[in-house]
């Protein structure tokens, strides 16, 4: 597959591959990080452009999101992807809800870079670049990840949510009080049932501030696009 994508994109078109660094499924068979590297050098070998280090699947909840979740559960038998589960199933989730979110939560709290350590193995493995994406928001966060040698760039997704203009803000001055993501996952367990948005009210009306203030100064430029929201059935990275 590697290979045929290669061939009909051309020599010159960069190809990256987004690959778990860690299965993350507790008390189950799956791929190791040994086996993950191994397939990330076949990809290296048919043609691929970079490495992007995640984690997990839909069955590795809560790892491949490390966050908070309190309410994760009812928001996703409500108006997430589990609503298209049995009544029954959507039930019995509501009601072990409260025990499993703070499982969660403990096993699994908030951490810039919480897949640095599986970065790292591909990093001495492989030689072409190795992206890692992991709740990274701020400016320290992302140097220090390049610092450590673990990768050799860094990526983010949910902190887009909050702050579209995300990159703008780490490297300039800042367009006004900064919308920085708490993690509460209200975007992830809304997924497939509703717009990919930040459902933190808190959160939101800084970034409506900040909009505000993008649109009143007519500001262009890098980073200054109108920010796009994205359709429910859009792949969440």
């Given at each position: 597959?590697?290979?045929?994508?290669?061939?009909?994109?051309?020599?010159?078109?960069?190809?990256?591959?987004?690959?778990?660094?860690?299965?993350?499924?507790?008390?189950?068979?799956?791929?190791?990080?040994?086996?993950?590297?191994?397939?990330?050098?076949?990809?290296?070998?048919?043609?691929?452009?970079?490495?992007?280090?995640?984690?997990?699947?839909?069955?590795?909840?809560?790892?491949?999101?490390?966050?908070?979740?309190?309410?994760?559960?009812?928001?996703?038998?409500?108006?997430?992807?589990?609503?298209?589960?049995?009544?029954?199933?959507?039930?019995?989730?509501?009601?072990?809800?409260?025990?499993?979110?703070?499982?969660?939560?403990?096993?699994?709290?908030?951490?810039?870079?919480?897949?640095?350590?599986?970065?790292?193995?591909?990093?001495?493995?492989?030689?072409?670049?190795?992206?890692?994406?992991?709740?990274?928001?701020?400016?320290?966060?992302?140097?220090?990840?390049?610092?450590?040698?673990?990768?050799?760039?860094?990526?983010?997704?949910?902190?887009?949510?909050?702050?579209?203009?995300?990159?703008?803000?780490?490297?300039?001055?800042?367009?006004?009080?900064?919308?920085?993501?708490?993690?509460?996952?209200?975007?992830?367990?809304?997924?497939?049932?509703s717009r990919i948005d930040c459902y933190n009210p808190e959160i939101r009306g800084q970034r409506e501030v900040m909009l505000s203030v993008v649109r009143r100064r007519g500001l262009s430029g890098p980073g200054l696009e109108p920010?796009?929201?994205?359709?429910?059935?859009?792949?969440?990275?």
């Open positions: 597959m590697m290979r045929a994508v290669r061939e009909r994109c051309g020599a010159d078109y960069p190809i990256l591959v987004k690959l778990n660094g860690t299965d993350d499924l507790p008390l189950r068979r799956a791929a190791t990080s040994e086996e993950l590297v191994r397939v990330a050098h076949w990809l290296q070998e048919a043609g691929a452009d970079a490495i992007e280090i995640s984690r997990g699947h839909y069955e590795s909840w809560p790892g491949m999101i490390q966050g908070r979740y309190r309410g994760f559960i009812k928001a996703s038998v409500t108006v997430g992807a589990a609503t298209h589960g049995s009544a029954m199933r959507k039930m019995a989730a509501r009601v072990v809800a409260p025990v499993v979110e703070r499982v969660a939560e403990w096993a699994r709290p908030p951490r810039e870079g919480f897949n640095l350590p599986f970065a790292q193995r591909f990093t001495d493995s492989l030689d072409i670049p190795v992206i890692v994406v992991g709740g990274f928001h701020t400016r320290d966060g992302m140097e220090a990840a390049l610092r450590s040698g673990a990768a050799d760039a860094v990526s983010a997704a949910r902190a887009f949510i909050a702050d579209p203009y995300l990159y703008r803000n780490i490297v300039g001055e800042p367009l006004a009080e900064r919308p920085v993501c708490g993690y509460c996952n209200g975007c992830i367990a809304r997924f497939s049932g920010p796009r929201h994205h359709s429910a059935n859009r792949s969440q990275s």
